[in-house]
């Protein structure tokens, strides 16, 4: 039976045809791979940046600082508290004192203008200016106690003043030299955020939601390197064959670790 050349060399270039058409899928994925290793890479910086945004030095002493100020001021209120207890007894105290002192002088106004009247009348203005003058005295001994108690607080807030001034200072450059720190990381995650919309959009829409899934599931990783016998995402050794099996497949199949389920693409190991 003989064989039709014209038949033969069109089913001979059908499947040229076929398995260049494989040979630009397979190509197609494992760019799309490199795309995904590329893409994670970003997806890590940006994980870092945020990370070293979060744990700046000088938030960290910002915070420092404000917590001291706020011990401080809590400390400042109760001082003041103290302080505006006594100074309200002492004003009390010298109400009282004044007003004695109208009335002793009244008294002894009525003792001098009254020099005729009964001696009985004149002891009873005398007793009661003495007994006025005792009770000043009291009163006197007692706003001096108070004075020397508002003294250590005086002091005390004083220092505790000039405490919070240098600390708010402290505060204040801190503030500054923190959000200084923020916009430089802010300006990289920027660069990142672009380079990232850039390799997302090169990547085919299943392998790009997969990706994302497991990024989500599995702590901002979702795809890693197969290096040797090891991932680089949970950084366990594959078996032997399984490792084999992956590197024997076509160029550009998606496979997952075994042990974390994230996509593992295989890469040549480090050179020396």
């Given amino acids: 039976m003989s064989t039709d050349p014209t038949r033969a060399a069109g089913a001979e270039q059908a499947a040229g045809a076929e398995e260049a058409a494989g040979a630009e899928q397979a190509a197609r994925q494992g760019s799309a791979l490199e795309v995904l290793l590329l893409l994670q890479d970003i997806d890590t910086a940006i994980s870092q940046?945020?990370?070293r945004k979060a744990a700046l030095a000088e938030r960290q002493e910002l915070a420092r600082v404000s917590a001291v100020l706020g011990d401080l001021e809590k400390r400042m209120e109760?001082?003041?508290?103290?302080?505006?207890?006594l100074a309200s007894r002492q004003r009390a105290i010298e109400a009282e004192i004044s007003t004695v002192d109208a009335r002793r002088e009244a008294l002894e106004q009525r003792m001098y203008t009254a020099r005729g009247a009964?001696?009985?009348?004149?002891?009873?203005?005398d007793?009661?200016?003495?007994?006025?003058?005792?009770?000043?005295?009291?009163?006197?001994?007692?706003?001096l106690e108070l004075m020397v108690a508002i003294e250590p607080l005086d002091a005390a807030l004083a220092e505790l003043d000039a405490q919070s001034t240098r600390l708010r200072s402290d505060a204040a450059r801190l503030a500054g030299a923190l959000a200084e720190a923020e916009a430089e990381i802010d300006a990289q995650l920027a660069a990142k955020a672009m380079a990232?919309?850039?390799?997302?959009?090169?990547?085919?829409?299943?392998?790009?939601?997969?990706?994302?899934?497991l990024r989500a599931r599995l702590g901002g990783t979702g795809a890693a390197r197969l290096v040797g016998n090891r991932c680089s995402g949970c950084h366990l050794e594959l078996p032997s064959m399984e490792v084999?099996?992956?590197?024997h497949l076509p160029g550009g199949t998606v496979v997952t670790c075994e042990q974390c389920g994230r996509i593992l693409v295989p890469v040549a190991p480090p050179a020396g």
């Fill in 196 to 213: 990232r919309a850039s390799e997302a959009a090169a990547l085919p829409g299943e392998l790009r939601s997969r990706y994302e899934a």
């Fill in 78 to 85: 109760e001082a003041q508290a103290s302080r505006a207890e």
């Fill in 127 to 143: 007793d009661e200016i003495r007994h006025l003058r005792e009770r000043k005295g009291r009163m006197e001994d007692e706003e």
């Fill in 49 to 51: 940046l945020e990370h």
């Fill in 244 to 247: 084999d099996r992956i590197r």
């Fill in 118 to 125: 009964p001696s009985r009348d004149l002891q009873a203005m």
